[in-house]
């Protein structure tokens, strides 16, 4: 990979870090890269830099998330012009910048969910993390320290992001299952869902979390089809692994990718490294790796 990929904003849980690591196990060429579980698309912008699909589908639960994309990479001009009135407004505002971010929040949650707002939002939130409350509501806190991206530097990434996009994507805001329906032959399927430590449960990044077994069962849907997929899923840290890994049933080899060092390691004064999970299809890894056993854990 060549250069530096172009991003939109900081997102936490993005994997625009690993992502030269993910595609080393993605085919060179394919037809259409699918991402159920988009989030800021960090997977199909490195995938598009590479110019190895032809056609790109983003699709998040995150509606709003969906929207910044879509205007980003459609209509880049109109985003980057209201994001840079929003940007300068704070400056201006008269309580404040941390006022006007929690005046931007407040008209975000009565219903103005814009590309724009979101993206100011996650522009200034804390570590660039979406978090919403039981009510649905973004509920994230400004960080002090700073006052966003500046909006030439969005203009730069969102210019780069969309003359790779521009024409060859298509967007939805739908359940997952429901992308994997409408995958065919020729597709390449790349799912980073939310990590079992809150798929049973309702997590603050999402409107809904994804059950263990209920997203295994899915994943059938594409064996049944032949239809290639990556999954990045959990992990291990320390020796310690987080999550149970995918069923044996499904055939996937399993893939530990170096992440890191653990920023929480490391405040408890040790250097553990982090790596997560990436599983291939069984179809996917007979082409890259037609000497590796079947079920063999690999080390990147």
Not at 185 to 198: H, K, N, S, T
Not at 235 to 249: H, Q, R, T, V
Request: proline share 4%; charged share 25%.
């Amino acid at each position: 990979m060549n250069g530096k990929i172009p991003h939109i904003v900081q997102y936490q849980g993005s994997k625009r870090l690993l992502a030269p690591q993910i595609l080393q196990y993605m085919p060179y060429k394919f037809h259409r890269l699918l991402e159920p579980f988009a989030g800021m698309a960090a997977i199909t912008i490195a995938v598009a830099a590479e110019r190895r699909a032809k056609q790109y589908f983003i699709n998040d639960i995150n509606k709003p998330i969906v929207r910044l994309l879509q205007t980003a990479i459609n209509v880049p001009d109109e985003l980057i012009t209201k994001y840079t009135q929003i940007w300068n407004g704070q400056f201006e505002y008269s309580g404040g910048h941390l006022e006007h971010f929690y005046h931007i929040r407040d008209c975000f949650n009565a219903g103005e969910q814009t590309a724009e707002n979101m993206l100011y939002l996650l522009a200034r939130c804390v570590k660039g993390a979406v978090r919403y409350g039981k009510n649905g509501k973004f509920n994230q806190s400004p960080d002090k320290r700073r006052h966003g991206t500046n909006p030439q530097k969005v203009a730069e990434n969102v210019y780069a992001i969309a003359a790779l996009l521009k024409g060859k994507t298509q967007f939805s805001s739908i359940d997952y299952r429901q992308v994997l329906d409408i995958t065919q032959a020729g597709d390449l399927v790349y799912m980073d869902p939310p990590y079992q430590g809150v798929s049973n449960v309702r997590d603050n990044r999402y409107y809904s979390g994804v059950d263990f077994e209920t997203f295994s069962k899915s994943i059938e849907i594409l064996n049944k089809k032949s239809v290639d997929y990556v999954i990045s899923y959990d992990g291990e840290c320390g020796g310690k692994g987080y999550g149970n890994d995918l069923p044996e049933s499904l055939r996937c080899t399993k893939i530990l990718l170096k992440a890191g060092i653990s920023t929480q390691a490391t405040l408890l004064g040790r250097k553990d490294t982090t790596f997560e999970a990436l599983y291939l299809s069984d179809r996917l890894a007979n082409k890259l790796f037609d000497f590796i056993p079947k079920q063999m854990t690999l080390f990147d």
